[in-house]
C-alpha cells in the first residue's frame, strides 16, 4: 500500500492551496483517510478525515470553515483543499489510511505518506 501526497508549496498568507492524496496498492472495504500535519518542533496534529464513501467528515477547529475534506473513491484519492493560509498552517502535510474506520487520532492510522511540505509566507 503507498499513499502519495502531492498539491505543497509556498503561497502567500490569504492564498489557497489543494493538496491531494492517491492510495494505490491494495485497499479496503471500509478504510477511513485522514490529514495530518506537523509544524518544526510540534507534535503531529490531526486536520481533517473523512469515510470510505465520504458521506461524513470531521475538520479540526483550528481549520474549519477554512479547509474542506473530500475524495474521490472511483479513483482512491482525497483532497484537502485549503484556503485563506495562516502562517500557522506552515507545516509538513500527511495523508493517511485507517483501515478499520475513521478518527482524530494519529495511532490509529495504520498507512502513512511521505508528507508535503506547506510554507504560508506573510
Known amino acids: 500500500v503507498q499513499l502519495e501526497e502531492s498539491g505543497g508549496g509556498l503561497v502567500q498568507a490569504g492564498g489557497s492551496l489543494t493538496l491531494s492524496c492517491v492510495v494505490s496498492g491494495r485497499t479496503w472495504d471500509n478504510y477511513g483517510l485522514g490529514w495530518f500535519r506537523q509544524a518544526p518542533g510540534k507534535e503531529r496534529e490531526f486536520v481533517a478525515s473523512i469515510t470510505k464513501s465520504g458521506g461524513a467528515t470531521d475538520v479540526s477547529p483550528s481549520v474549519r470553515g477554512r479547509f474542506t475534506i473530500s475524495r474521490d473513491v472511483a479513483k482512491n484519492t482525497v483532497y484537502l483543499q485549503m484556503n485563506t493560509l495562516k502562517p500557522e498552517d506552515t507545516a509538513v502535510y500527511y495523508c493517511?489510511?485507517?483501515?478499520?474506520?475513521?478518527?482524530?487520532?494519529?495511532?490509529?492510522?495504520?498507512?502513512w505518506g511521505q508528507g508535503t511540505q506547506v510554507t504560508v509566507s506573510s
Open positions: 493517511a489510511a485507517d483501515i478499520s474506520g475513521w478518527g482524530r487520532e494519529a495511532f490509529r492510522y495504520d498507512y
